[in-house]
């Protein structure tokens, strides 16, 4: 892994530790907004499936506009 | 690819950066109740960071106030599974000369008596210090060894600190320690405490001898001889004289630890074991061989 990979990795796994505490402590807001700071670098693969399940219940029409802004953005 | 780390420096700081690099560190290495690990495979990612000669720079640079125990507790773990998995951590420049700083902090706080009382709390970066030392060759394992465990002291409860330093000193001269616990005058020069631990480190690298191996099998304390045992049985694999030791150990003057072996050894070990002289060890040894043939 190069330096770039290491770090990204490492920030991301401080990130999704960041939204699981705070999906745990009942902010799901916060815990999707670093979600969504996590998907910078597509990285759901470390959350458990019901928790992002939950958390996308929870957040289903920002979500849904974040992606769609987002992938309009990458257009 | 996009920079998350150069991301955080150009937005906040270089400080801010390294604290989320030891945050992420610290739930890792060394597992935090108050943060969860959320990785797809962080024993992987584990090896890759300390084989990586990168993190040494977010480690020992600029991270503002984290908190220095904890700091301190990582650099300890990232030591600790760096040893573990044969990584030299030397090779990584800002490793390379905090090693190189701290080499003499061992011995000097030996020679203190900084950890001579069993109720002395090691500082956070006590197997680091241990690492450190070992690694830069300011010390050697033999004279550690006799500073510590010297048989004057030797009735002294083991602590988390002994436990370190006689897995560091084991992983590096087996052979010296072997000697010591194969002497005729072993179990009289040593408490069980230490008699217990010396078993353990020589057991987990697979470095029992025949003759080590009788003494641990007789040893007058149930408790020395349960752990070293036990750490025969988890390790079985690592000796190239699995069968001698385990001929050695499984008849045992405590049934419940032949019962551990019977029960946890490799099958393939099982048909040694089926001459015990204990019926309930034979009738178990026996159930999992039938099991393994079905």
């Not at chain 2, 935090?32 to 990612?45: A, C, F, G, K």
């Not at chain 2, 057991?203 to 025949?210: T, W």
């Not at chain 2, 019962?259 to 089926?274: G, T």
Request: aromatic share 10%; hydrophobic share 40%.
């Amino acid at each position: 892994m190069t330096r770039e990979e290491i770090f990204n990795r490492l920030i991301i796994v401080a990130i999704n530790g960041m939204a699981a505490n705070a999906y745990r402590d009942g902010d799901t807001l916060k815990a999707f907004c670093a979600l969504k700071i996590a998907d910078v670098v597509p990285f759901w693969d470390g959350f458990t499936d019901q928790t992002k399940i939950q958390v996308i219940s929870a957040h289903h029409a920002e979500l849904s506009e974040w992606i769609k802004s987002h992938k309009e953005s990458n257009d | 690819m996009i920079s998350l780390y150069d991301t955080i420096v150009a937005t906040f700081s270089q400080a801010r950066a390294n604290q989320v690099i030891l945050h992420s560190l610290n739930s890792l290495f060394v597992g935090s109740r108050h943060q969860e690990i959320v990785d797809h495979d962080p024993e992987q990612l584990k090896k890759e960071i300390i084989s990586s000669q990168f993190i040494g720079e977010a480690m020992f640079g600029d991270h503002g106030f984290f908190n220095q125990d904890e700091w301190e507790q990582i650099l300890s773990k990232l030591f600790k599974f760096a040893r573990e998995n044969n990584v030299d951590l030397s090779k990584d420049k800002y490793f390379g000369k905090w090693i190189v700083d701290n080499s003499g902090r061992l011995q000097a706080d030996l020679i203190a008596g900084k950890y001579s009382s069993s109720w002395s709390r090691p500082s956070s970066d006590y197997v680091a210090l241990i690492e450190a030392a070992f690694m830069a060759g300011t010390s050697t394992p033999e004279q550690i060894f006799r500073l510590r465990f010297n048989s004057s002291s030797s009735r002294r409860n083991r602590g988390e600190f002994d436990t370190e330093l006689a897995h560091a000193i084991a992983v590096r001269s087996s052979d010296f320690i072997l000697k010591i616990v194969e002497d005729t005058d072993f179990h009289k020069n040593y408490g069980y405490h230490y008699r217990g631990l010396f078993y353990e480190v020589l057991a987990f690298n697979g470095k029992l001898s025949k003759k080590a191996a009788r003494h641990m099998r007789s040893d007058p304390s149930m408790e020395a001889a349960e752990i070293g045992i036990k750490t025969v049985g988890a390790n079985l694999a690592k000796f190239s004289n699995g069968t001698e030791v385990l001929s050695q150990v499984m008849d045992v003057n405590h049934p419940h630890i032949a019962m551990y072996l019977a029960k946890n050894v490799p099958r393939e070990y099982l048909p040694f074991m089926a001459v015990c002289q204990d019926q309930g060890v034979r009738q178990e040894v026996v159930k999992r061989m039938m099991e393994s043939t079905v």
